[in-house]
């Protein structure tokens, strides 16, 4: 089983940055396609970024490609978000998410996810 917190959550003005972190509990972090979401008021959770277990392999979602960068360190259990350029519409509760399936399209489906932290909260402001 696999534990997973965030952080780095926060609040910051339009155009600014965030990195978020995700530390993993346990032994296979390694072996887990690893990924980030997020959730709006209102709306339903989405996809935002994935990376293999290698680290080679990467998904965006089309609203962050070239703003935002996921990456990992399997030394540390971690995985990061780098979020660039931030918009209003980037405010949600951002969730980092273990998955035991292989780097696949799934990867990009929340029920491709096993494990989910508990969230961070960003908020980008006009």
């Known amino acids: 089983q696999v534990q997973l917190v965030e952080s780095g959550g926060g609040l910051v003005q339009a155009g600014g940055s965030l990195r978020l972190s995700c530390a993993a509990s346990g032994r296979t972090f390694s072996s887990y396609t690893m990924g980030w979401f997020r959730q709006a008021p209102g709306k339903e959770r989405e996809f935002v970024a994935a990376i293999s277990w290698s680290g080679v392999n990467t998904y965006y979602a089309d609203s962050v490609k070239g703003r935002f960068t996921i990456s990992r360190d399997n030394a540390k259990n971690t995985v990061n978000l780098q979020m660039n350029s931030l918009k209003p519409e980037d405010t949600a509760v951002y969730y980092c998410?273990?998955?035991?399936?292989?780097?696949?399209?799934?990867?990009?489906?929340?029920?491709?996810?096993?494990?989910w932290g508990q969230g961070t909260q960003v908020t980008v402001s006009s």
């Open positions: 998410a273990a998955s035991t399936g292989g780097f696949t399209r799934a990867t990009m489906k929340v029920g491709a996810y096993n494990y």
